[in-house]
């Protein structure tokens, strides 16, 4: 079975509230060498078999059409797992 990891995240432009909640629990808590957070989602998608060109392929349009909100979000990467 292979495992496909996509990572989503907010555009640069767009602001990330839940970044800046975590950036200031970590200044709160005393970890000071952040400069800046920005919090995304990671999807984890299995397949039958080895990952192929075509899994790959598939897994771009959907991230790109449902996985994300392309209006404020970007996918950022697409990669297998290799730890299987």
Do not use: C, Y
Not at 25 to 32: Q, S, T
Not at 55 to 67: G, K, P, Q
Request: charged content about 25%; glycine content about 6%; cysteine-free.
């Amino acid at each position: 079975m292979g495992r496909i990891i996509v990572n989503v995240m907010p555009k640069p432009e767009i602001l990330d509230p839940q970044g800046k909640a975590i950036a200031t629990a970590a200044n709160r808590l005393g970890e000071h060498s952040f400069t800046s957070v920005r919090q995304g989602k990671r999807f984890e998608l299995e397949v039958d078999g080895d990952v192929t060109d075509e899994h790959l392929a598939a897994v771009r349009a959907f991230a790109e059409s449902t996985l994300s909100n392309p209006i404020i979000e970007d996918v950022v990467s697409i990669e297998t797992d290799r730890s299987n």
